[in-house]
């Protein structure tokens, strides 16, 4: 994966290796944390009312917003980056799954594997591509997601 | 598209046909509220700090967690939402791109084009999936994604 050139060019982009696993902590979502991000961008009653979650829902009680989950999964990202790197911004996200729900109390581990470093020296910027997931308190993934970020280099 | 006898079958469900597009309404994001999301979920300067932003970042200023121009899109799908459609739960997202920053004040409209209506009858249910946009005042596309939902049906 790492024996062409252009990968051990790439290998230059200090702090990035293809296959680099980050270990990002975790976030342990409240049921008021779930009802609050859910009634301001994401109101649905198996997101906000405990009630109808538990009678009408199909999840059997309150379930975290994707967009919420997402979100705890970013913050765990952006806390685990190193000083040194410095993001321009997201560019994109594919092949994002909702696995399992998120119920509340469950607590989210997250990871972050690099799985395509492209350098762009002209621009003084590099696209890395990473695996993430998260996983519950009983190691089942709830989200998995591949996503893509420039990032600044010093070429 | 509508022609063979799968997708016939599939325009059974009520309230769903390929090619149906719903404009989703508008929502403008304050600096206050970029501010206050980033905080809490994407603690990057360039989402946080107005001052580091203008003279770090590479926007010129503040621009919105991508995580949170989701949940203007999320919002909007939402409310846009007929009641007579019961959503089970969203499956998964693919090729979002974030195409362009979004700022402070910047008005963002969505669309949501149904693509694909996959009938799972014996389950009751059908997986619709929609080519969703965000453009801002300017009309200059800032999100695209491709979204798949669980809707209960009633075959």
Excluded: C
Aim: charged share 20%; aromatic share 10%.
């Amino acid at each position: 994966m790492t024996t062409n050139n252009a990968a051990t060019e790439d290998l230059k982009i200090e702090g990035f290796n293809v296959g680099d696993r980050n270990q990002l902590g975790s976030y342990t979502l409240t049921l008021e944390e779930i009802i609050s991000f859910a009634e301001q961008w994401d109101p649905q009653f198996f997101h906000t009312d405990p009630e109808r979650a538990a009678t009408e829902g199909f999840f059997g009680g309150i379930i975290a917003s994707g967009i919420q989950t997402m979100a705890v999964f970013q913050r765990l990202s952006i806390q685990s980056f190193s000083q040194n790197i410095k993001v321009i911004g997201g560019a994109g996200i594919k092949d994002l799954q909702f696995r399992r729900p998120v119920y509340p109390d469950d607590t989210l581990t997250g990871s972050l594997t690099v799985t395509d470093i492209h350098s762009e020296p002209e621009r003084k910027r590099a696209l890395i591509t990473y695996a993430g997931e998260l996983v519950n308190q009983k190691d089942e993934k709830v989200l998995v997601l591949t996503i893509s970020v420039y990032v600044q280099t010093n070429d």
